[in-house]
Nanobody, 114 residues
Framework: QVQLVESGGGLVQAGGSLRLSCAAS????????MAWYRQAPGKQREAVAT???????NYADSVKGRFTISRDNAKNMVFLQMSSLKPEDTAVYYC????????WGQGTQVTVSS
């Protein structure tokens, strides 16, 4: 059974930093891409960052240069380092894994105050 558990969210002032973690279990994730998504109140869920099995990364334009996605395949973990946070980054952040099905974590709230 695939399980994704996010952690690391919280309240931070604008300009601050947070590091999100996603612990994956239930199968070997090392050969698949992993991603972080976010959903702000009243908005659709959007992709924030993706990392392939080989470490290739891709970012939404809104976070380029501020966020960094990484992974530790030995520990089945994915991270999102967020810096220079803005109030518009406020959202619930989700870890996502896609294989024959799409799996989501429960999300972790990130709130950036101005």
């Amino acid at each position: 059974q695939v399980q994704l558990v996010e952690s690391g969210g919280g309240l931070v002032q604008a300009g601050g930093s947070l590091r999100l973690s996603c612990a994956a279990s239930g199968r070997d994730f090392s050969r698949n891409a992993m991603a972080w998504y976010r959903q702000a109140p009243g908005k659709q869920r959007e992709a924030v960052a993706t990392i392939t099995s080989s470490g290739y990364t891709n970012y939404a334009d809104s976070v380029k240069g501020r966020f960094t996605i990484s992974r530790d395949n030995a520990k089945n973990m994915v991270f999102l380092q967020m810096s220079s946070l803005k109030p518009e980054d406020t959202a619930v952040y989700y870890c996502r894994f896609a294989a024959t099905a799409i799996y989501w974590g429960q999300g972790t709230q990130v709130t950036v105050s101005s």
